[in-house]
């Protein structure tokens, strides 16, 4: 039944997105397969209802005005799929969260491209034999230390005070307002010169940043990386686990996708959105965390270009 199928499209779900494919081809795809598999469906009978109509009534004298009882249609419950319902807000939701998300980074040491990608316009190539394992490992640490403290500068939490406290220790502490980007944990997965696979945890980013996080990673070796591949791995409470494969894009496999979510998306808004309750307001235009910062790979960038 197409109100049944739309009752259920109310929530999150999560898609795989290949390579190459534009982010918009992709939900006009998914939006395609939605709208396809509900007209597929049949239609739900009309509900009726008793209305009341006045009506002539012919008599031997004169004409008279009686009430007759007729069933009609009620229109309320005929569908129109503007997109998944409540999903929408709940989007919203996890924008406020300010969610970190998981990233594979693959960087190439010996060369510097003007757009940070391996298929950019070659500007530099450099040596890497110097460039060891235990240095990448330094590196990553210092980034990570200070990505760390600018994440509590954005805050705008007093760590001074009990609740501030708590929620650094169980980790929650998250920007008040939009920030530039952060990263909340930085490791290398493989190192194989001149090869090199990190993994990112951040916030805010955007894929530029990533693969420029890369050059300067190179830079601080003392050498020039080009970014050769950027793999998201989780968004914030979605895995790949959940991510619908393109074969998987039809009304039943997102209904589906969003009925095994709405569980643990409704749990984890709880658990992110809860410690800011009762915190101070964000800060406005102008206040600290619009000042310029130094852009290195060592500290944050002073903006986020979306």
Request: with cysteine.
């Given at each position: ?7 259920r499209?109310?929530g ?55 009430l ?37 980074v ?9 757009d940070?990608?391996?298929d ?9 034999d ?17 990505h ?41 997965l493989?190192?194989?010169p ?19 996080l890369?050059h300067?990673?190179?830079?601080e070796?003392?050498?020039t990386?080009?970014?050769?591949q ?23 496999s ?16 709880e ?17 600290p ?18």
């Open positions: 039944m197409a109100s049944a199928g739309l009752a499209l109310q999150l779900f999560a898609v795989y997105k290949p390579p190459g494919l534009k982010w918009k081809h992709l939900r006009d795809t998914v939006e395609l397969q939605l709208l396809k598999g509900l007209n597929a469906g049949k239609p739900p009978a009309p509900k009726q209802r008793v209305r009341f109509l006045l009506e002539p009534v012919d008599s031997s004298k004169e004409k008279e005005l009686t007759t009882a007729n069933r009609v249609p009620t229109l309320i419950d005929h569908p129109l799929v503007l997109g998944v319902g409540h999903g929408c807000g709940l989007l919203t939701d996890m924008y406020n969260a300010h969610l970190t998300k998981d990233y594979t693959r960087g190439l040491l010996g060369k510097a491209t003007d940070f990608c391996e950019g316009r070659l500007v530099e190539k450099t040596t890497y110097h460039v060891t394992r235990e240095k990448l490992d330094r590196i990553l640490a210092v980034i990570q230390g200070s760390q403290k600018a994440l509590v500068t954005y805050s705008n939490l007093d760590l001074q005070t009990q609740e501030a406290y708590e929620m650094a220790v169980s980790g929650v502490i998250r920007p008040m307002n939009k920030s530039p980007m952060l990263i909340t944990g930085i490791r290398c493989q190192f194989a001149p090869e090199f696979l990190l993994e990112v945890q951040c916030m805010h980013e955007t894929q530029k940043q990533l693969r420029r890369v300067e990673i190179g830079l070796l003392k050498s990386a080009v970014c050769t950027v793999r998201r791995t989780r968004d914030g409470f979605f895995t790949l686990d959940d991510a619908l494969l393109r074969t998987q894009w039809d009304l039943l997102i209904q589906g996708a969003i009925q095994a979510a709405a569980p643990r998306v409704a749990a984890e808004l658990k992110s959105l809860r410690p800011w309750l009762g915190t101070q307001e964000p800060p406005g235009p102008g206040q965390w619009d000042s310029e910062r130094p852009r290195s790979a060592l500290e944050p960038e002073s903006h986020v270009g979306h």
